[in-house]
């Protein structure tokens, strides 16, 4: 095996695999069902074996029958549980999953000597086979086994997804609604879980049976991070498999590794990636997002301090320790120098007032503060009670939601504590 | 119904049915002709099998006992002559999708299996946005909807559907007084259109003002017809009996109607 193609068909099929299964996966995190991939890829043992024992080959035809049979059968089985004899739904997919899977179990070892299926292998796979298992028509040498068998799994499953994206999404997001155009919802998830269980015995020899699960869920959680877009979402989780696949192979080589599970640990790590840099949904984007509301409104606080003292004409600045919010000393220090860096306030003999345009802003804000006192007023809270939620409403109301209060409001020109309301 | 029922222009016509989950009936012998062209409110106390018998009506839940038929016809020939307004709670609005596509699933029935929608089904979703004022809110996230928005974007995809027969399971439930006002207004503008609507509603009070048609429920059909027939003290008691809270409330809205008379 020449350099090249040694490393090229290992990750290949680890691509495949990834992308093959991170196209499911999505809709089975989607579906809230991710417990039932996990599910599958262990239930359809049984189903490999029996084809083995029944054709006595390692052909893959009767394998995928075997496998789509049996994955069909764990999905009705759990249905059944749950549904008919009211089953808790996680109990009845651990009952039913872990009792094939025991039963797998057994077949292999009871017919150890006609089944050429070694334990290891189920379990972890043999990705690192790949090259050398050679696909022969007569004299023919097609190139290796799994890239053929995981190749076609995956143009099917991309067919599927593409065919029926209708199908999915509506049976997805509403049952009821699915059916009542006519599109049969258990059919839809009956055939995904037929999908799921074939991939899963594609994967199967290339990373067993225990990374799959992470294959199918792992990609598919990761790109719901990213997007509230399904396609969006179906492109990023099969990537994600790809990617996974093919910095794997280089960290195993590292680590003089098992090659399909650091293409798990991979994964993992863009897991951990999205879930700490995802923009939306991520950690540090909320994070952020937290830091910058509290940042406005601590920079609205101190425009509104200046502008009531220099209303009550009391004085026309304010020392820093005046200004400063104590609860929250740190975000208001950052709010009092952005106003000073952006001229809206500014500062002498230690003494703080507004600018020119930080009366502008100021104004804007107690007339927004005002008009939501005057309208919670009017809609029944008495006068001592609307201070508050009109701090809180101040800070996120904009032009067209302040003349909407105002048009709701009679012609006045105070508010309920008879302070005047500024033009704005 | 002792008196024979035309089939043919009797949009939905229940005879004898009773729907049971888990062998423990909900819904006993329900009996019932629901005219053409009205707008029909179904009222009755919580777990009184209001969604149920919609539910029942589109094959949703199967029935024990008993039949429905859709202008004569059973309803797996009429599913397209009906449109359906779950209740907002039964699809998790957190689902990657824009108000638009989902309006768009309306049209699916239409379009039909593995077939896209195309451009047409594309405007009539946008029209259906547009009728329910939420034309600028189609590529926004549901998510990003007020409970308002949503129980507008449910009744576009409805209205998307373009049936003949509406089932709305609590379209007022949790809603703002702007979105009730352009939900009525829908609704009596597709009455104009003479057709017909099945409502599950809660508040008595308006039951009055909304609904020309009324069935009464409670496990079994209190009563059904004109509303100004059948909204009585002695039918909501019937309805109701034994729940104080809402009795009193009851009283007060019969009240309230025989002043309004």
New interface residues.
Partial sequence: MSEFWGPFWIVLAGALAGASCGLLGAYLVLRKMSLLGDALSHAVLPGIVIAFLLSGSRDVIPMFIGAAICGVIATVLIETFHRRWRVQEDSSIGIAFTALFALGVVLITAFAGQVDLDQECVLYGEIAYTPWDRLFWGEWDLGPRPIWILGTVFALNLAFVLVFYKELLIASFDAEMALSVGVSAALVHYMLMGAVSVTTVAAFESVGAILVVAMLIVPGASAYLWSDRLKVILTLSALMGVISAIAGYFLAGVWNSSIAGAMVVVMGVLFALSLIFAPHYGVLGRFVRQVRLSLKVARDHVLLKLLRERESQRVSALSWGDLVDTAARWVSGIAIRSLMWQGLITRANGHFSLGEQGVVHATRLLRNHRLWESYLNQIGLPPDHVHDPADALEHFTDDRLREEIRAALPDIATDPQGKRIPDG | MLHAVDESVTPIHIHDMTVAY?KKPVLWDVDLAVPEGKLVGVVGPNGAGKSTMI?AI???VPKASGWVHIYGKPYSRM?QA?G?V?QRE???WD????AL??VL??R??H????R??DKIDRELAEEALEKVGMTDFGHR?I?QLSGGQQQRVFLA?ALA?DAQIYLMDEPFAGVDAATERAIIDILMDLRARKKTMLVVHHDLHTVNQYFDWLVLINMRIVAAGETRDVFTEDNLNKTYGGQLTVLSEAAQAVAHHQRGL
Avoid: A, C
Wanted: aromatic share 12%.
């Fill in positions: 888990h539910k589109m094959d949703l599913r009906i359906y779950p039964s699809v998790d689902f990657p999708i824009n596509d989902v699933m309306g699916y029935g379009v039909g299996w593995v896209r929608p996230q998510n995809r559907q």
